[in-house]
């Protein structure tokens, strides 16, 4: 079953520590996984006292991953680098009467932790344990770090430029926010636990070899200067390095195979609506077909089906389970 509530909201103030931890334990045994009831108390109050002692409003708690494997994450705006506990920082049991004194209560009170550095903010999160380690506990990654953009150091003659007409601003929002949960979603699954869901480890290490060639922020500036005008749809300019035209119909094929492993593992709040998958296939087949010399053709809203066939042996392979280990 998987685990996607609304978040839940918190104010400054030790207030918003207590509401969360009651929040965490309601959400834990409501779930029927009171075994970890404890271990989430613990964690969420270290995580929510770091929030708001060091990070910036708006800071928001939520439960997500599934109910074998739940995932507690606290949110706020701040991209600040949370600093990793280390062995030195060995503390006396009596910390667990306290707050805010260090990630290394996180580490012991969880089987995997980490933290989410974004565009706007930084979630950290936690995969409760069932009882609290006596060692150092699990150690902590920290992912989706800005590298270096992807224009960077390429030559003007290896650059395209394509145009995408008529482009349906709120669908293509839509695609933005789909593409960094899903991103994000198999990125945690997989660190958290791997060895049950092995397809995340392969659909993260592809989303991660893809992302650097796609993270120029499409048509970003233009898109938000269409919504300050209140135009419903937008012409995007967009240049892109020749490599990166190369790599749009993988990708294609990579968010296909990512729709077919949410529904095998029951995330299927972050699988395509056929609307979805539509917009998609038309708006990033416009760069693979132009890069190839073909006119722009505009959005009309109708079926896309080119890209169809490109997905279907990655659909084969998910179909059997034989040939998981393959996707690379």
């Known amino acids: 079953m998987p685990l996607n509530r609304p ?30 009831a404890e271990c989430a108390e613990l ?62 209560i996180v580490a012991r009170s969880s089987d995997a932790w980490g933290a989410e550095i974004e565009e706007d903010g930084k979630t950290v999160w936690f995969a409760p344990a069932a009882s609290f380690a006596e060692d150092d506990g699990a150690p902590g990654v920290i992912t989706g ?18 145009e995408v007409l008529s482009v349906p601003l709120r669908s293509y929002l839509g695609f933005q ?29 592809l989303f991660s070899s893809l992302e650097r060639q796609l993270r120029e922020g499409i048509g970003s500036e233009q898109i938000e200067t269409a919504q300050a005008s209140g135009l419903e749809t937008a012409d995007l300019r967009i240049v892109m390095p020749r490599r990166g035209a190369q790599t749009i119909d993988r990708f294609l094929e990579l968010l296909d195979l990512a729709d077919e492993f949410c529904r095998q593992q029951r995330l299927l709040s972050l699988a395509r609506t056929p609307e979805q998958r539509d917009f ?26 080119d890209a169809e066939g490109s997905a279907a042996g990655h659909l084969e392979a998910v179909a059997d389970p034989g040939r998981q280990s393959s996707v690379s």
Not at 10 to 30: E, K, S
Not at 43 to 50: D, I, K, R, W
Not at 53 to 71: A, K, M, N, S
Not at 145 to 160: H, N, R
């Open 7 to 36: 978040a839940l909201s918190l104010g400054p103030g030790p207030r918003g520590v207590q509401d969360a931890r009651r929040w965490v334990v309601a959400t834990c045994l409501d779930i029927g996984r009171e075994d970890l």
């Open 280 to 305: 998609q296939r038309w708006f990033l087949g416009e760069l693979v077909r132009q890069a190839h010399g073909a006119p722009p053709r505009r959005w009309t809203g109708g079926r896309e089906t």
């Open 145 to 162: 770090v800005a590298e270096e953009t992807v224009l960077a150091g390429t030559d003007d003659e290896d650059l395209l430029e394509i």
């Open 43 to 104: 964690g969420v109050s270290e995580l929510v006292t770091n929030a708001l002692l060091h990070g910036e409003q708006p800071i928001q708690v939520r439960v997500r991953g599934t109910v074998q494997h739940p995932r507690v994450e606290v949110r706020d705006a701040s991209r600040e680098r949370p600093v990793l506990p280390t062995p030195a920082e060995d503390q006396d049991d009596d910390v667990l009467l306290t707050f805010g004194r260090g990630l290394s």
């Open 177 to 205: 926010r789909h593409y960094r949960e899903l991103r994000r979603e198999v990125r945690l699954l997989a660190l958290a636990h791997e060895a049950d869901y092995p397809l995340a480890k392969n659909l993260s290490d």
